[in-house]
């Protein structure tokens, strides 16, 4: 697991008119809590954030303006839905020798053979819950999909990780490629229907001539 660096200014004050006057000036609010210890109020530059965040770290090392460092993992980033900015930031703190739960991305690598072939790639679970020590937590769960085929599917039993466990319902589908898409198939139906009118035409001619044959029965009797 890789590691990153974060640093945090402590803040007395909170509610959302401090959270507002913060982020007129370019700084975030958050919180720090881990188990059996008081929160801790801080802040943190918008900028330097967001270019923590990229690298994709599940462990920050934290260090607060008074000194103290900790270990923590991202527990929440509320982003404002407008903007695309985060508005506040959850700190989880950790202990290296104590099991953690958290929430791992799945990403995906390979081209599906299915898709090759018309088929949709669907994606049905974007991240998974593992547990295990923090140090051994994967930034990402990563899957090979290049040999799933058309209404194929893989599980979450089907993935193997090391010394950490994965808590979803092992038969939760994550991935699968449907068959191609609806509007494709439909298409490809008007287009056959079509070529069609010649035959429905002459249908139509053949009853068109037994209506006159009729009418000279009727004339006979």
Request: charged share 25%.
């Amino acid at each position: 697991m890789n590691q990153a660096n974060l640093q945090v200014q402590l803040r007395q004050e909170a509610g959302k008119q401090s959270a507002k006057r913060l982020r007129r000036q370019g700084l975030i609010p958050g919180i720090y809590y881990i188990h059996g210890q008081a929160s801790i109020n801080f802040a943190v530059d918008a900028k330097h954030l967001r270019n923590t965040l990229t690298h994709k770290s599940s462990i920050l090392d934290v260090n607060f303006s008074n000194g103290e460092t900790a270990k923590c993992v991202v527990r929440e980033v509320q982003w404002d839905p407008v903007k695309g900015s985060p508005l506040h930031l959850d700190l989880m703190g950790v202990k290296l020798t104590e099991k953690i739960k958290v929430a791992v991305p799945v990403r995906f690598v390979g081209n599906s053979a299915g898709v090759k072939l018309g088929g949709v790639l669907q994606q049905l679970l974007r991240e998974v819950d593992v547990e295990g020590l923090p140090l051994d937590i994967p930034e990402a769960v990563t899957i090979d999909v290049s040999a799933l085929e058309i209404n194929q599917s893989i599980h979450v039993s089907d993935i193997k990780l090391d010394k950490v466990e994965i808590l979803d319902n092992p038969e939760q589908v994550i991935v699968a490629v449907l068959p191609p898409r609806l509007e494709e198939v439909a298409a490809v139906t008007t287009a056959e229907e079509a070529k069609e009118p010649e035959l429905v035409g002459g249908k139509k001619e053949e009853e068109g001539a037994e209506e006159p044959a009729k009418k000279q029965e009727g004339g006979k009797k």
